[in-house]
């Protein structure tokens, strides 16, 4: 049960009170032919939605996840790029990102714009891009060689033309870039040293200065930014 004073339209069960005002209305996304949900992974200004779901039957290879683009209430895979879904991102000019294997591959980062960048920067390493302005650079993660033998994970930003810049904050063993908005600001979260001391970590980057988030009661994750920077 919802315990605001607001309703959607239409209302979910129990949500109450009866005579409040309606604030906001739910679309029913549907179902794939096989009746297998979509799932919802970006949204962007325009109001064009991204989703996982599986590909339809009659396709080759129709067990694998795949992604959509339901625009003006419309559902297709024409915006798709050939072979890269999963979906993380859509910008405002329908540009896209995510993270895919290609046979037997590691998870490699693709954007529409740049490609298989993944393969290109971390060809034997998983990578993964979380996010993508409206200018087309993107903020992901990567796995990389830790201490004796382990796999750690560290934060990048790629500009619009593939540029590279790694995103180490000030303590912390692995960064992940949670979201990247339109004025540059990339959200990471970071884990702590090995042993007592800082627990995980939310910290804003832009323009080559790190932000440490306030740390309220305890352990922090960011999972969102809105474009004035707030988390």
């Known amino acids: 049960m919802l315990n605001n004073s607001v309703r959607s339209n ?6 109450g009170p009866a005579g409040a005002p309606v604030a906001y209305g739910l679309l029913d996304l549907g ?5 297998a949900p979509l799932l919802p992974v970006a949204l962007n200004e325009q109001g064009d ?9 009659e396709e080759p290879d129709s067990w694998k996840v795949y992604g959509y683009v339901i625009k003006d209430g419309r559902r297709t895979q024409r915006l798709i790029p050939p072979g890269k879904a999963p979906i993380a991102g859509l910008n405002r000019a329908g540009l896209m990102c995510g993270a895919a294997r290609r046979g037997f591959s590691a998870l ?3 954007a529409t714009h740049l490609g298989w960048f993944g393969a290109d920067f971390w060809p034997d390493r998983d990578s993964f891009c979380t996010g993508i302005n409206a200018s087309g650079a993107v903020a992901g993660h ?8 382990s796999t750690v994970k560290r934060a990048f930003l790629i500009s619009p033309t593939g540029q590279i810049r790694l995103l180490m904050p000030p303590w912390g063993d692995e960064v992940c870039a ?8 990339v959200l990471l979260n970071s884990s702590p040293h090995a042993g007592p001391g800082r627990g995980v970590q939310t910290w804003l980057w832009q323009e080559g200065k790190f932000h440490l988030m306030e740390n309220i009661g305890g352990d922090t994750w960011g999972v969102a930014l809105t474009p004035e920077g707030r988390v």
């Open 178 to 185: 949670a979201a990247l908005n339109d004025a540059g600001l």
């Open 31 to 35: 179902v794939l032919p096989d009746q």
């Open 10 to 15: 239409p209302p979910f069960p129990d949500e």
């Open 142 to 149: 990567a796995a990389a060689p830790g201490e004796q033998g």
């Open 108 to 110: 490699h980062a693709w």
């Open 49 to 57: 939605l991204a989703a996982h779901g599986h590909a339809p039957p």
